[in-house]
């Protein structure tokens, strides 16, 4: 069995709502953030991203923000940078472990990219692209089909004269 994208959006909410640094989970463009109720933070925001397909294999690109608010005078900047870092990789940790590889393969190789200030309410913390290598058949009878449309092979053939006539 393979694992969907809204079964991944669910195992990140899940990861949210059970780790105890993350007060918060969102999904969508992450400037959609700021039109999303006024979310507790520290938050874990997930964003879709470029998937890419092979002949066996699907890879599900995702990007997640781990995001707390700064203080006006950035006196908890460095903290906060810090904390979710941590957060950052507990949350990869999680995504790596061997129980989920029935259902996918985790990227092992992440960068983490620090933000500051990413919108006015100072926002700040850790951008995470993470990828999710999933099996694909690549077989048409899985599919819901009743049958696959024939292509009509019949080519009727005009042929000119040199003055462009028929």
Request: aromatic share 10%; hydrophobic share 35%.
């Amino acid at each position: 069995m393979t694992i969907t994208h809204n079964q991944i959006i669910q195992l990140l909410e899940d990861i949210a709502t059970n780790h105890k640094q993350i007060h918060g989970f969102g999904f969508g463009k992450n400037w959609e953030y700021l039109q999303s109720e006024t979310p507790n933070t520290p938050i874990l925001w997930g964003e879709q991203g470029t998937s890419q397909r092979s002949d066996r294999e699907v890879t599900l690109n995702y990007t997640l923000y781990l995001m707390d608010l700064v203080k006006r005078d950035d006196s908890n900047l460095q903290e906060v940078l810090s904390d979710m870092t941590q957060v950052a990789l507990g949350v990869i940790s999680i995504l790596n472990d061997p129980s989920y590889a029935s259902q996918f393969l985790f990227q092992t190789s992440n960068n983490i990219e620090p933000f500051e200030w990413l919108f006015d309410n100072g926002a700040s913390g850790v951008k995470v692209d993470i990828s999710f290598r999933i099996p694909f058949e690549n077989d048409v009878c899985q599919e819901p089909f009743t049958g696959i449309p024939a292509l009509n092979n019949t080519y009727q053939v005009t042929i000119l004269d040199q003055n462009g006539d028929i």
